[in-house]
């Protein structure tokens, strides 16, 4: 069993939805009843809210910021900004980028709220995000 959990952008998306991917939903109640810590990363709830947005979803919005209130909230420090600039140059010198050199990587951004929070990722992108953090799909972690 997983202690905590870190959400990456595709499961908050499908949560954030005024009516939330069930699937999903009830992933992450049963989740919150066994007592796992779940956390919305900042750097997730950015590259979510920048697309909603984008799109005019006012609802989705409202819903995200609801989850922000109801999870625990992980805002971006001068520390993990620190810790995803050596995961990024580590991964450049290993051969195994996860983005264009200059993008900003927020692969990179969200491992290290991650490795912050001592959490495993639940996501979509497990090849990238498993290159520097405990990456799971979401619905292998129970």
Do not use: C
């Given at each position: 069993?997983?202690?905590?959990?870190?959400?990456?952008?595709?499961?908050?998306?499908?949560?954030?939805?005024?009516r939330?991917?069930r699937e999903?939903?009830?992933?992450?109640?049963?989740?919150l009843?066994?007592?796992?810590?779940?956390?919305?990363?900042?750097i997730?709830?950015y590259?979510?809210?920048r697309?909603?947005?984008l799109?005019?979803l006012?609802?989705s919005v409202r819903?995200?910021d609801?989850?922000?209130?109801?999870?625990?909230?992980?805002?971006?420090?001068?520390?993990?900004?620190?810790k995803?600039?050596?995961?990024?140059?580590?991964a450049?010198?290993?051969?195994v980028?996860?983005a264009d050199?200059?993008e900003l990587?927020?692969?990179a951004?969200l491992?290290?709220?991650?490795?912050q929070?001592?959490?495993?990722?639940?996501?979509?992108?497990v090849?990238?995000?498993?290159?520097?953090?405990?990456?799971?799909?979401?619905?292998?972690i129970?």
């Amino acid at each position: 069993m997983v202690s905590a959990v870190v959400l990456d952008t595709g499961p908050l998306g499908r949560i954030a939805h005024p009516r939330p991917n069930r699937e999903v939903a009830l992933w992450v109640e049963r989740l919150l009843i066994s007592g796992t810590d779940i956390f919305l990363p900042e750097i997730a709830d950015y590259e979510l809210r920048r697309n909603l947005l984008l799109e005019g979803l006012t609802r989705s919005v409202r819903r995200l910021d609801q989850l922000k209130a109801a999870l625990t909230y992980v805002p971006l420090t001068t520390e993990t900004m620190l810790k995803a600039a050596e995961l990024w140059a580590d991964a450049r010198r290993r051969g195994v980028p996860t983005a264009d050199p200059k993008e900003l990587d927020g692969d990179a951004i969200l491992a290290a709220q991650a490795i912050q929070v001592g959490a495993v990722v639940a996501t979509d992108n497990v090849g990238h995000l498993s290159r520097f953090v405990d990456a799971r799909n979401w619905m292998e972690i129970s």
